[in-house]
């Protein structure tokens, strides 16, 4: 239409064609081209789209600038509102700050912040730090090298006191190094801000062994939750990284540290150091080459002590200076309290050990768990410290190259210890060396340790002192010493072992040279060994022992199998044995009960004298045993031999058979020897014989009661005479003339009562 005008103020219009105000093609109804202007718009439809192509403007004035209204009038979606509550219609969301700081050698330093200068260098870094705004920030460094003076400021070359600061790097390509005529560093990063972050860069220290100019600490925290990650820290006079007091959960993960050692004298250094009351400290994945201390939990005199440390998964390897044991140190005058420390998963390699310290005042809760440790120069694990150590999973290798160095080494008698479950090779003295502890050992895999090989030591496993252990469920196997279990009491007070359920090819053996008693209980284990006239027995108790010995299996045991000269009651019971080397028992103790074991083809030495059970000792009761020989030669001389020494010993209810030279030699005193089978002691029979005639008894002994009944109505028979092989019987009438030729029922025996 060419023009349309509406003149009704009141009457509505229809139009049925697109009007289009500065177009001549309109696809809507109302086409616009240019820019409108309207007091207010109202949309109707509840299913139409509303499309805009371009930006929308909406003013920031009106309370209800931008406004999406349900039909009850309430809001839903208020442009402005939300604004204001976000803050923003004066300044947009920024991000935390972040400036940058180029070293004066970085390959692009354009654009950056702070650029060094190459001289005094941390001038510039601490700038960048203190221009963080109050809410935090990053500072990161660039590539290139920060040289720092070692000479001033004599205290911290970087304090950080502010909160939500971190500090980064390009990883080793970010290198911050001492400066001057030493190349050593005084001092290094002192974190007192909370939620502080390290990452990616380098810390050269610069300090030489021997130098008298060396930085006391690289990175040292006394805040909460500081992170230190992926930095790479060498040359270092004292100590790597520290956590100090203050510190509480924090976590240093995958940094490098290197050539971590003291140069002038003093208390140990740390790599990885946590002192002083540090509270919930994580270390973990760091690798440290080098170190005077890999992992060195400390507390000084006058400090608390330090909780719910954790070690995990680190790597320590001893170089050139250093041998980067593990140290826990608590010093004397420490204040009271319990330090609680773990170490699982870490790799201790050429020389790195454990060694928890002492305290009179301080306990210790340590667990060691799942650790590697290989060729360590001295004990692989040691733990000296009051309290419970935990020492389970770890494999320990080649520990110690002199006397007195052992796998795992256990010394106060206050301390308490679960070892378990470990694999421990080839160390020179014990494989587990448990002194004046209570201790529980199971499930350990012990091999070739007592590699000195002497009569006098190296042993898989040796309890001594006032030691209380439960040895359980272990492997022991081979090794060039001569003993695998080993308990020695020269104290005065009382040693308690169990000795159970273990596999072992060396021998136990006890003693005691004080005032003190040994009371051991020996059961369920088996020993496998090769027979040898020179080398030990199985089991040997000696001196104020007494000890029970049960339900165990003795295969080819070297010597005997039992050697038993323990002074107080013993009882040997349910054993079996086969193939040892001489007797399986050998008792020099008085009153010890042998009794229901089972002896199958032992005694295989032909060079030498061996026997079942061979009894020197008073007052033994030896009943119920099996004793077999059953090779075509036996070996085996006699089953049971009772020598001259022994006196009062009691042989009853026993089954012997195939021995050599006899089933039973007695040349004890006073001995009592009844209802043994394949040695008769009583016999009974009826033999038809004549006035005077001898009946031949077939028994073993000479026997001592003897009787004998006529079968004659009228007539009488007695036993006149008893010798080694015959009954001597006279048969009389009532007027004494000889009888009759009859049937006499006769029985003989050893007499003697038990």
């Given at each position: 239409?060419?023009?349309?005008?509406?003149?009704?103020?009141?009457?509505?219009?229809?139009?049925?064609?697109?009007?289009?105000?500065?177009?001549?093609?309109?696809?809507?109804?109302l086409?616009?081209?240019?820019?409108?202007?309207?007091?207010?718009?109202?949309?109707?439809?509840?299913?139409?789209?509303?499309?805009?192509?371009?930006?929308?403007?909406?003013?920031?004035?009106?309370?209800?600038?931008?406004?999406?209204?349900?039909?009850?009038?309430?809001?839903?979606?208020?442009?402005?509102?939300i604004?204001q509550?976000?803050?923003?219609?004066?300044?947009?969301?920024?991000?935390?700050?972040?400036?940058?700081?180029?070293?004066?050698?970085?390959?692009?330093?354009?654009?950056?912040?702070?650029?060094a200068?190459?001289?005094?260098?941390?001038?510039?870094?601490?700038?960048?730090?203190?221009?963080?705004?109050?809410?935090?920030?990053e500072?990161k460094?660039?590539?290139?090298?920060?040289?720092?003076?070692?000479?001033?400021?004599?205290?911290?070359?970087?304090?950080?006191?502010?909160?939500?600061?971190?500090i980064?790097?390009?990883?080793?390509?970010?290198?911050?190094?001492?400066?001057?005529?030493?190349?050593?560093?005084?001092?290094?990063?002192?974190i007192?801000?909370?939620?502080?972050?390290?990452?990616n860069?380098?810390?050269?220290?610069g300090?030489?062994?021997?130098?008298?100019?060396?930085?006391?600490?690289?990175?040292?925290?006394?805040?909460?939750?500081?992170?230190?990650?992926?930095?790479?820290?060498?040359?270092?006079g004292?100590?790597g990284?520290?956590?100090?007091?203050g510190?509480?959960?924090?976590?240093?993960?995958?940094?490098?540290?290197?050539?971590?050692?003291?140069?002038?004298?003093g208390?140990?250094?740390?790599?990885?150091?946590?002192?002083?009351?540090?509270?919930?400290?994580?270390?973990?994945?760091?690798?440290?080459?080098?170190?005077r201390?890999?992992?060195?939990?400390?507390?000084?005199?006058?400090?608390?002590?330090?909780?719910?440390?954790?070690?995990?998964?680190?790597?320590?390897?001893?170089?050139?200076?250093?041998?980067?044991?593990?140290?826990?140190?608590?010093?004397?005058?420490?204040?009271?309290?319990?330090?609680?420390?773990?170490?699982?998963?870490?790799?201790?390699?050429?020389?790195?050990?454990?060694?928890?310290?002492?305290?009179?005042?301080?306990?210790?809760?340590?667990?060691?768990?799942?650790?590697?440790?290989?060729?360590?120069?001295?004990?692989?694990?040691?733990?000296?410290?009051n309290?419970?150590?935990?020492?389970?999973?770890?494999?320990?290798?080649?520990?110690?190259?002199?006397?007195?160095?052992?796998?795992?080494?256990?010394?106060?008698?206050?301390?308490?210890?679960?070892?378990?479950?470990n694999?421990?090779?080839?160390?020179?003295?014990?494989?587990?060396?448990?002194?004046?502890?209570i201790?529980?050992?199971?499930?350990?895999?012990?091999?070739?340790?007592?590699?000195?090989?002497?009569?006098?030591?190296?042993?898989?496993?040796?309890?001594?002192?006032?030691?209380?252990?439960?040895?359980?469920?272990?492997?022991?196997?081979?090794?060039?010493?001569?003993?695998?279990?080993?308990?020695?009491?020269?104290?005065?007070?009382?040693?308690?072992?169990?000795?159970?359920?273990?596999?072992?090819?060396?021998?136990?053996?006890?003693?005691?040279?004080?005032?003190?008693?040994?009371?051991?209980?020996?059961?369920?284990?088996?020993?496998n060994?090769?027979?040898?006239?020179?080398?030990?027995?199985?089991?040997?108790v000696?001196?104020?022992?007494?000890?029970?010995?049960?339900d165990?299996?003795?295969?080819?045991?070297?010597?005997?199998?039992?050697?038993?000269?323990?002074?107080?009651?013993?009882?040997?019971?349910?054993?079996?044995?086969?193939?040892?080397?001489?007797?399986?028992v050998?008792?020099?103790?008085?009153?010890?009960?042998?009794?229901?074991?089972?002896?199958?083809?032992?005694?295989?030495?032909?060079?030498?004298?061996?026997?079942?059970?061979?009894?020197?000792?008073?007052?033994?009761?030896?009943r119920?045993?099996?004793?077999?020989?059953?090779?075509?030669?036996?070996?085996?001389?006699?089953?049971?031999?009772?020598?001259?020494?022994?006196?009062?010993?009691?042989?009853?209810?026993?089954?012997?058979?195939?021995?050599?030279?006899?089933?039973?030699?007695?040349?004890?005193?006073?001995?009592v020897?009844?209802?043994n089978?394949?040695?008769?002691?009583?016999?009974?029979?009826?033999?038809?014989?004549?006035?005077?005639?001898?009946?031949?008894?077939?028994?073993?002994?000479?026997?001592?009661?003897?009787?004998?009944?006529?079968s004659v109505?009228?007539?009488?028979a007695?036993?006149?005479?008893i010798?080694?092989?015959?009954?001597?019987?006279?048969?009389?009438?009532?007027?004494?003339?000889?009888?009759?030729?009859?049937?006499?029922?006769?029985?003989?025996?050893?007499?003697?009562?038990?």
């Amino acid at each position: 239409i060419p023009y349309f005008t509406a003149t009704s103020t009141t009457q509505a219009s229809t139009i049925t064609y697109r009007i289009g105000i500065g177009t001549t093609s309109p696809y809507a109804k109302l086409s616009v081209v240019g820019e409108t202007v309207s007091s207010y718009f109202t949309a109707t439809s509840t299913t139409a789209t509303s499309t805009f192509s371009g930006n929308v403007g909406i003013s920031r004035d009106n309370t209800n600038a931008f406004l999406i209204e349900k039909s009850d009038g309430t809001d839903v979606f208020n442009v402005n509102t939300i604004l204001q509550k976000l803050t923003l219609n004066e300044q947009a969301v920024k991000p935390a700050a972040t400036l940058t700081v180029c070293a004066s050698n970085a390959k692009f330093p354009k654009g950056c912040d702070y650029v060094a200068d190459g001289t005094n260098d941390e001038v510039q870094i601490n700038e960048a730090i203190a221009a963080l705004p109050a809410t935090g920030g990053e500072v990161k460094l660039s590539d290139g090298t920060f040289y720092v003076n070692d000479l001033t400021p004599a205290d911290v070359i970087f304090p950080i006191t502010a909160n939500y600061v971190t500090i980064s790097g390009m990883g080793d390509a970010t290198l911050i190094q001492g400066s001057g005529s030493n190349l050593a560093l005084k001092t290094g990063f002192s974190i007192t801000g909370n939620n502080v972050t390290l990452k990616n860069f380098r810390i050269d220290g610069g300090a030489i062994d021997g130098s008298s100019s060396v930085i006391d600490y690289l990175v040292y925290s006394f805040a909460q939750y500081t992170r230190i990650e992926n930095l790479t820290l060498s040359n270092a006079g004292t100590d790597g990284i520290i956590f100090g007091t203050g510190a509480t959960d924090g976590i240093a993960i995958n940094n490098f540290l290197y050539d971590i050692y003291r140069s002038e004298g003093g208390d140990q250094s740390g790599a990885l150091e946590v002192e002083d009351g540090a509270v919930r400290i994580t270390l973990q994945n760091n690798n440290v080459t080098n170190a005077r201390t890999c992992m060195f939990p400390h507390v000084h005199a006058g400090y608390n002590a330090v909780v719910d440390i954790v070690y995990i998964g680190n790597t320590c390897k001893s170089g050139a200076n250093g041998n980067s044991p593990v140290e826990l140190t608590i010093e004397s005058g420490a204040n009271a309290g319990t330090s609680t420390v773990s170490f699982m998963g870490n790799s201790f390699l050429s020389g790195a050990y454990i060694s928890l310290g002492n305290s009179s005042t301080q306990t210790v809760e340590a667990i060691i768990s799942n650790n590697t440790i290989v060729n360590p120069v001295s004990h692989g694990i040691t733990c000296a410290a009051n309290g419970t150590c935990i020492i389970t999973g770890n494999k320990i290798i080649g520990a110690g190259d002199a006397d007195g160095e052992y796998g795992i080494r256990l010394s106060v008698s206050t301390a308490k210890a679960i070892i378990s479950n470990n694999h421990i090779e080839g160390s020179y003295d014990d494989g587990i060396s448990v002194e004046a502890a209570i201790a529980e050992i199971t499930g350990n895999y012990m091999k070739d340790n007592g590699l000195e090989a002497s009569a006098s030591g190296g042993y898989n496993i040796s309890i001594t002192g006032l030691a209380t252990a439960n040895i359980a469920g272990n492997y022991l196997t081979g090794g060039t010493g001569i003993n695998g279990i080993y308990a020695f009491n020269s104290s005065t007070g009382n040693q308690n072992i169990t000795f159970a359920n273990n596999y072992i090819d060396r021998n136990f053996y006890a003693y005691t040279t004080g005032s003190g008693v040994i009371y051991a209980t020996i059961t369920g284990n088996y020993w496998n060994t090769t027979p040898s006239a020179t080398n030990s027995r199985c089991i040997l108790v000696s001196g104020d022992i007494g000890a029970i010995i049960s339900d165990n299996v003795f295969y080819a045991c070297d010597d005997e199998s039992i050697y038993y000269s323990g002074t107080k009651k013993g009882v040997i019971e349910g054993n079996y044995f086969s193939l040892g080397g001489r007797e399986a028992v050998l008792s020099a103790s008085n009153n010890i009960l042998i009794a229901n074991n089972y002896l199958y083809n032992v005694a295989s030495l032909a060079s030498v004298t061996e026997n079942g059970f061979q009894i020197t000792g008073d007052y033994n009761v030896v009943r119920g045993n099996t004793i077999i020989d059953d090779r075509g030669t036996p070996l085996m001389d006699y089953g049971i031999d009772i020598t001259s020494t022994a006196d009062a010993t009691i042989v009853a209810d026993n089954y012997i058979s195939g021995a050599e030279d006899g089933n039973l030699l007695n040349n004890g005193t006073n001995s009592v020897i009844k209802n043994n089978t394949g040695y008769l002691t009583e016999k009974s029979g009826a033999t038809s014989i004549a006035d005077g005639g001898t009946i031949a008894h077939g028994l073993a002994i000479t026997p001592t009661c003897a009787s004998a009944v006529a079968s004659v109505a009228g007539e009488f028979a007695s036993v006149t005479a008893i010798d080694g092989t015959n009954l001597t019987v006279a048969i009389k009438k009532h007027d004494n003339t000889a009888g009759t030729t009859q049937t006499i029922y006769w029985r003989a025996s050893n007499c003697q009562a038990y």
